[in-house]
């Protein structure tokens, strides 16, 4: 076993061990984004409360029940101090709720033109595309033109070369 490893040492110091890896990549790319119109809203319902003390109710107030297509009305309230020059507390609240819509309206040049807004709404106009550009060239960085509100443009290059021996 001893002859056999002397025997093959020399042959494997003769035999140079390579390790190649050779790596090109070149990417190019442009990105144009026009963003689109967007609209968001929540619909407020309504809610009515009355409290006191030392008073009397001669109407209560309230709402009118609503629908899935009409919003609910206030009645109207009357009210009186049960014991003349006595201390009283009175408080009236009414939140008159948002009238359902049951379709939006549509979009004209990229823009919603009335939309159909509720109490608590978050409106994005869309992207304008102007004069939003790119181009791409096999010898040289991507360019990209800046465009009108609402747009985004990115141009990337990639270069990597690995040679290793």
């Avoid at 056999?4 to 494997?12: E, I, N, R």
């Avoid at 008073?55 to 014991?83: E, F, K, M, Q, R």
């Avoid at 549509?106 to 004069?131: H, V, W």
Wanted: proline fraction near 4%.
């Amino acid at each position: 076993m001893k002859k056999l490893a002397l025997l093959s040492a020399p042959f494997l110091m003769m035999c140079p061990a390579n390790a190649v890896e050779i790596t090109s990549v070149i990417t190019d790319s442009v990105q144009l984004t026009v963003e689109g119109p967007a609209v968001q809203s929540t619909r407020i319902g309504s809610s009515y409360s009355v409290s006191g003390s030392n008073i009397s109710v001669t109407t209560l107030g309230g709402l009118t029940g609503g629908s899935a297509t009409a919003a609910a009305t206030p009645i109207s309230s009357s009210y009186d101090i049960n014991t003349d020059g006595q201390a009283f507390t009175f408080s009236e609240s009414i939140t008159v709720g948002d009238t359902p819509v049951t379709s939006q309206v549509t979009l004209s040049g990229g823009q919603f033109t009335a939309p159909n807004l509720y109490g608590e709404t978050i409106t994005s106009t869309g992207g304008s595309a102007g004069d939003l550009a790119g181009t791409l060239s096999g010898t040289s960085i991507p360019t990209v033109t800046a465009g009108g509100a609402g747009t985004t443009a990115i141009g990337q290059r990639t270069i990597e070369l690995t040679v290793f021996q």
